[in-house]
């Protein structure tokens, strides 16, 4: 019960999407990952290394959704305000700003992370000390979109130096090839 006020204290809110879909492995996550999914409002600052193919069409889709554009290393912040049923992530990738929201799907261990009219659904497992995000289907609304034509996601959060929120995430078109890839570790801003 003190654990519990002591993280209520610190604005944390152990009841969240994400912890409610890993169940008894989210206790075996490393305090950063479980901080940056408990707190309801903060802003994370650090540095990333983007990368991703040159080609015309996966810049012109890095645009149109405003994802970052591969550099070696650049600042990012990411600002989160949360409920117990829905977290929105605002991210900015060196000057590039968009946004995500997450939540629990209805049926199983699942949950959506949309982007504009598009939604990528994962399950979660730990292992190695990291939050492993497995991708499962999207879809463009309510319309299931074929898994084929999706993409090949590799994304995992753990503890970076220093004791920082560390992510990773890769994704592979068919045809485009890597479109996104980041690795960086943030630290939470003192309000």
Not at 148 to 161: A, H, Q, T, Y
Request: hydrophobic letters at 40%; charged letters at 25%; glycine letters at 8%.
């Amino acid at each position: 019960k003190l654990l519990c006020n002591s993280r209520k204290e610190k604005g944390l809110i152990m009841d969240n999407v994400f912890s409610r879909i890993i169940g008894n492995d989210y206790a075996h996550l490393p305090e950063s990952v479980r901080e940056f999914h408990e707190v309801l409002n903060a802003t994370y600052e650090g540095t990333a290394i983007v990368k991703g193919n040159q080609n015309i069409i996966s810049r012109f889709i890095r645009r149109i959704f405003n994802f970052p554009i591969p550099a070696e290393v650049t600042a990012v912040t990411i600002s989160i305000s949360r409920t117990t049923e829905l977290d929105k992530w605002n991210r900015n990738f060196g000057g590039r700003k968009f946004s995500s929201s997450f939540a629990q799907n209805n049926v199983g261990k699942v949950f959506s992370e949309s982007f504009g009219p598009f939604y990528f659904y994962f399950s979660l497992s730990v292992k190695a000390d990291r939050l492993n995000w497995n991708f499962e289907r999207w879809s463009l609304g309510i319309l299931p979109l074929p898994k084929f034509l999706g993409p090949k996601i590799i994304s995992w959060e753990g503890e970076g130096e220093n004791g920082g929120y560390r992510f990773f995430s890769e994704a592979h078109f068919p045809l485009l090839g890597e479109l996104i890839y980041y690795d960086g570790t943030v630290f939470r801003k003192s309000a």
